[in-house]
């Protein structure tokens, strides 16, 4: 693994084949990735499809809603590529319903996926980076984190946790060269394979677009740094 250190780092959680993938293979142009989800299958396949392209790339499967996975992952992502130069906390789960109808185990379980997942990882990247002045930290949020809907009981306040997580950060870490970034998705992600009824595919967000916007808030000059942005279909009612 020697040769990976000699590359930039950038981690990306919550890799799926939607927007997770698309962050992964866009940002192996010019970084050595480290993937996680907890599908381990899933980011051994992706793995192979990226270094086939020449990059470099570590699997790291973990459940980012865990402490003692996420700050195991990040180690073996330090001894195995060095600290990283990037954060995309791209992960996100939650069970859809109001209050009667989630259960305090699903809120919990939706809280420590979005929020607590992205404090820890957080907490695992910005002491490397505030040692070289310089760093970005990406977290993907929803509408939800906007305005919650009636069935967001367990999403929406999650969501705005983050959103929350973010704002801090950016005041605390921007003036030490950290920047911090929070993007909206307001839209349904195309995933290949899912298909939706009533949705064309205009509708739908492409994730290779998205990843980027992604790499250019993460490469974005200091002087004009992007605290909070939104993407979304151009169709989409807003």
């Known amino acids: 693994m020697a040769e990976l250190s ?12 939607g927007l997770g993938a698309a962050l992964a293979r866009r940002f192996a142009q010019g970084y050595a990735v480290a993937i996680n989800a907890r599908n381990a299958d899933y980011l051994r396949a992706l793995a192979g499809e990226i270094r086939a392209s020449g990059a470099a790339v570590l699997e790291v499967p973990a459940d980012i809603g865990d402490r003692a996975q996420v700050e195991a992952a990040f180690k ?12 995309v906390h791209n992960a996100g789960a939650g069970r859809w319903g109001n209050v009667l109808e989630v259960s305090p185990e699903d809120f919990e379980a939706t809280w420590r996926v979005n929020a607590y997942g992205a404090f820890i990882a957080a907490r695992e990247v910005v ?20 305005k919650a809907g009636a069935k967001s009981a367990a999403f929406g306040p999650a969501k705005f946790a983050l959103r929350g997580l973010a704002q801090s950060m950016a005041r605390d870490l921007g003036p030490k060269g950290i920047h911090v970034a929070w993007i909206n998705v307001d839209g349904v992600i195309a995933i290949p394979g899912r298909t939706i009824p009533n949705l064309k595919p205009e509708d739908l967000l492409d994730p290779a677009a998205i990843a980027e916007t992604y790499w250019h808030l993460a490469h974005q000059h200091p002087s004009a740094w992007t605290m909070e942005l939104e993407v979304r279909p151009f169709k989409e009612k807003f």
């Open 6 to 17: 000699k590359h930039p780092v950038a981690v990306i959680t919550g890799v799926g084949p």
């Open 76 to 87: 073996l992502i330090r001894e195995q590529l060095g600290a990283p130069d990037v954060l």
């Open 127 to 146: 002491p490397g980076m505030l040692a070289r002045g310089r760093g970005a930290i990406l977290f993907t949020g929803a509408t939800a984190g906007v």
